[in-house]
C-alpha cells in the first residue's frame, strides 16, 4: 500500500498495477488538495488482491469512500478502447458458480461522476479472442470486464463502504490481444515482463500491436488520472 496522505483520507483510489496508477501519482505529487482527499493503493492482479487491499485500508483508516480505477477490455461495440465507464452494476464472475452476483454503487458517488453508464463484470482471467469477449456480454450483458473489482467492493459492501468503479478499455471487442497474457504471469499473479519481453523477441512480427496497447494503455492512465482529479477536487468532506 502506498500512502499519499494520513489514516484519516477519506477516500480511497484502488489500482492494481503500477502503470494504472502512475499519472495520477504524479498528479498526487504536485497537488497538496488531492493529497488531503486521498489515498492511493495499488493492490495486485486479481479479485482476492483487491479484497486483501481493501480490508488492509480499512483496518488503517477511520471510514471514507472507495474508488476502483483501472484498465478495462471492451466486450461490445458501445465500449471501445479509450471509453470510460463508470459501472452501474459490478456483477462477479470469478467463481465457477453460473450465478452472478450484482453490486451497484453509492449513488451519490457515481451521480457525482457523470453519465457513462453501463455494467462492468470482474472475472478470473484475461480475455483474449474477441470470441471470449463477445461470449460473456451475452452471458452477462456487461459492456466491460475486469479483474479487480469484484473483489474489491465486497469487502466494501462488508463493512459498508460507499464505492464506485472507473474502468476505462484499452482493447475492444473485435481485438484479440497480442498475447495470452494468462500464460506470462509472475507466481503472485501479475505480468512477468521479462517473460513477456522475451516472447516479443520470439515473435516480432507481434510487436506493433504490442505498441499499439501500451499507448492505449498510457491513454487510459491518463484519462482515469484526469477523471480523478476533476471528481476528487469536487467532492465534499
Do not use: H
Amino acid at each position: 500500500m502506498s500512502g499519499a496522505a494520513s489514516s484519516l483520507t477519506r477516500t480511497c483510489v484502488l489500482f492494481a498495477l503500477p502503470e494504472e496508477a502512475a499519472p495520477f501519482l504524479r498528479r498526487l505529487a504536485v497537488s497538496p488538495e488531492l493529497r488531503r482527499k486521498c489515498i492511493v493503493t495499488v493492490s495486485g492482479v486479481g479479485a482476492e488482491k483487491a479484497e486483501r487491499a481493501v480490508k488492509e485500508w480499512q483496518a488503517s483508516s477511520q471510514g471514507g469512500r472507495l474508488i476502483v480505477c483501472g484498465f478495462g477490455g471492451g466486450l461490445t461495440e458501445a465500449a471501445p478502447s479509450g471509453s470510460l465507464l463508470l459501472a452501474e452494476r459490478v456483477l462477479d464472475a470469478t467463481g465457477s458458480g453460473a450465478t452472478l452476483t450484482a453490486y451497484r454503487p453509492d449513488a451519490a458517488m457515481r451521480a457525482a461522476a457523470g453519465e457513462a453508464l453501463g455494467d462492468l463484470v470482474t472475472v478470473p482471467r484475461v480475455l483474449i479472442t474477441p470470441d471470449e469477449k463477445r461470449a460473456l456480454n451475452m452471458r452477462t450483458g456487461a459492456v466491460m470486464a475486469d479483474m479487480e473489482t469484484a473483489g474489491a467492493v465486497r469487502a466494501a459492501e462488508r463493512a459498508g463502504t460507499r464505492w464506485m468503479a472507473v474502468r476505462v478499455a484499452t482493447d475492444s471487442v473485435d481485438e484479440p490481444l497480442p498475447f495470452d497474457f494468462n500464460d506470462y504471469a509472475d507466481s503472485n499473479g501479475n505480468p512477468d515482463r521479462r517473460r513477456i519481453a522475451a516472447a516479443t523477441l520470439a515473435q516480432p512480427w507481434k510487436i506493433p500491436a504490442l505498441l499499439r496497447l501500451g499507448r492505449r494503455s498510457s491513454f487510459a492512465a491518463g484519462l482515469i488520472s484526469q477523471f480523478l482529479e476533476t471528481y476528487l477536487m469536487q467532492l465534499m468532506d
